[in-house]
């Protein structure tokens, strides 16, 4: 009697933003952390875990930094596509349309957003464990704990929200190959995460309690406090 093969896990990548908040020249995935770009910070973290299979590293068309990093022999695992688009999910679209041949229809896919770099290897396991047999897949998230207000144009408040039920997407986002697919293809290039084009489809991603840690670089102040963040985990070492 023949077995069926386990589903692998395989991790994408998006990195063809210009990530403009940041107020710098290079898009932040380049910028320097500890002496290294941001981008083979958060790369370490899925080659140096034995359960991820590949990672496939969407970079934009006209992206002129990559090349001189010389980090295309990082690891074995690593492909880099230069399939980016113009939005966050037709980037991630043709990312999956790239590895087609890698991947079997229901190996988990993991989207990371490149400029996550402090994801850390017991959070990055805690999530394949709670979602490698669910039915929909679903997403590390910390519930909402500060108050949330409500602003008009000139920033002045109109209300205070119910925080109750809500919570922060982060990254990786955990969905087959063949579900995340079929609901990019039908979102048409909209949606800000995966969850949602999955949401869209009438499923329920479940939501995985991720780590302040895993913070997304998005302004200046974001960089220094990954700085402290790696740096203590290098103490730590």
Request: glycine content about 8%; proline content about 5%.
């Amino acid at each position: 009697m023949l077995e069926c093969a386990m589903p692998n896990f395989h991790v994408l990548i998006p990195a063809a933003g210009s990530g403009s908040r940041m107020g710098a020249e290079t898009p932040k995935q380049y910028l320097s952390l500890l002496g290294k770009p941001l981008i083979a910070h958060t790369l370490a973290i899925f080659t140096a875990h034995p359960q991820i299979s590949s990672i496939t590293l969407v970079l934009g068309v006209q992206d002129t930094w990559w090349e001189a990093l010389h980090l295309d022999d990082a690891s074995p695992k690593l492909h880099v596509e230069r399939h980016g688009g113009e939005t966050r999910a037709t980037t991630v679209l043709n990312g999956l349309l790239a590895m087609q041949q890698r991947v079997r229809t229901d190996d988990w896919i993991l989207v990371h957003d490149a400029a996550r770099p402090c994801l850390s290897a017991d959070l990055l396991q805690h999530l394949l464990d709670c979602l490698h047999d669910d039915t929909v897949g679903g997403l590390l998230a910390i519930p909402l704990a500060d108050t949330l207000k409500r602003a008009d144009y000139e920033q002045r408040v109109t209300n205070t929200e119910q925080r109750d039920g809500l919570w922060l997407a982060q990254t990786p986002q955990m969905f087959r190959y063949g579900l995340l697919s079929r609901a990019l293809a039908a979102a048409g290039g909209k949606p800000t995460d995966e969850a949602q084009a999955v949401e869209a489809l009438g499923l329920k991603p479940k939501l995985v309690p991720g780590e302040l840690r895993n913070l997304k670089i998005t302004y200046a102040h974001d960089l220094a406090l990954a700085e402290a963040i790696l740096g203590a985990d290098r103490k730590k070492d």
